[in-house]
């Protein structure tokens, strides 16, 4: 049997210091999202890949990635966005087994109402608490959790061996 490789005191200190202010920010910025939009946070990140795709347009699959959401989680939210009338999805074009999801005027319209506000809340749960420098040092941190910077993690290591093995 593997030993395990415990959590040293400045290890758990820093682990639990970034469980709670990774919750709390979320919290802050759902939120506000609820109060001044009537959207969750997952929804706004939806709304603004898309806003940044060409022509606003994204696959299922690669919106899923981006989000970090399961295919089901996020269908059954872009099916939300698209009942208000926000996207809209379609069959890719040249590959019908892969789905399109596009922004709509009216999402970007929806978004760019919304993103003022957004923005104001990110700097008052985040960065207004950071100095330049800690906020590079952020996210130096962040793309080095993320792998290569493309915003998607890397692979879990696989697990440890058995001693059978």
């Not at 049997?1 to 639990?16: F, I, Y």
């Not at 202010?21 to 979320?26: D, G, K």
Request: proline share 7%; charged share 25%.
């Amino acid at each position: 049997m593997g030993t395990t490789r415990w959590l040293d005191d400045e290890e758990q200190r820093t682990w639990r210091a970034f469980l709670g202010a990774t919750q709390r920010v979320r919290e802050e910025l759902d939120r506000q999202l609820q109060h001044d939009a009537g959207m969750p946070l997952a929804y706004y990140q939806i709304l603004a890949m898309l806003s940044e795709a060409p022509d606003r347009t994204l696959t299922m699959s690669r919106l899923a990635r981006t989000t970090r959401s399961s295919a089901s989680r996020l269908s059954h939210a872009v099916a939300k966005l698209e009942a208000k009338g926000w996207v809209s999805r379609c069959q890719h074009p040249a590959d019908h087994r892969t789905t399109l999801a596009t922004l709509t005027d009216e999402g970007f319209a929806e978004l760019e109402s919304v993103a003022p506000g957004h923005v104001a809340q990110v700097r008052r749960s985040l960065f207004d608490h950071l100095t330049p420098e800690q906020t590079a040092q952020l996210h130096a941190i962040c793309r080095a959790v993320l792998g290569d910077g493309s915003g998607e993690a890397p692979p879990s290591p696989p697990p440890p061996s058995s001693p059978s093995e």
